[in-house]
Nanobody, 125 residues
Framework: VQLQASGGGLVQAGGSLRLSCAAS????????MGWFRQAPGKEREFVAA????????TYADSVKGRFTISKDNAKNTVYLQMNSLKPEDTAVYYC???????????????????WGQGTLVTVSS
């Protein structure tokens, strides 16, 4: 199983980026896909999640209204559209996959079986 995250980069405050997470190696129809981020010196924190079956989404309060998580079933890819970026959004962003039977733990890094390698997002002020 492989999760390949991409799309990070340097952007000015107020700008936008779209992250991608390409999933391969198994069927993810019974999985929850999550995005997490980790800023320097801080713990990894939940950003957003989407249930592959049904498309239910949920967000951290800090990104609600600015970030949108979505999926493309045909491409087995999950996206994180990030708008109105702020300097405090600067972090390494990780995608992860969790069996949906554990979906109550969607905010918990420990609930996820598979992780991508991370992609760096830097927002300048």
């Amino acid at each position: 199983v492989q999760l390949q995250a991409s799309g990070g980069g340097l952007v000015q405050a107020g700008g936008s980026l779209r992250l991608s997470c390409a999933a391969s190696g198994r069927t993810f129809s019974s999985y929850v896909m999550g995005w997490f981020r980790q800023a320097p010196g801080k713990e990894r924190e939940f950003v957003a999640a989407i249930w592959w079956s049904g498309g239910y989404t949920t967000y951290a309060d800090s990104v609600k209204g600015r970030f949108t998580i979505s999926k493309d079933n045909a491409k087995n890819t999950v996206y994180l559209q990030m708008n109105s970026l702020k300097p405090e959004d600067t972090a390494v962003y990780y995608c992860a996959a969790m069996p949906s039977r554990y979906s109550g733990r969607y905010r918990d890094t420990g609930g996820y079986d598979y992780w991508g390698q991370g992609t760096l997002v830097t927002v300048s002020s």
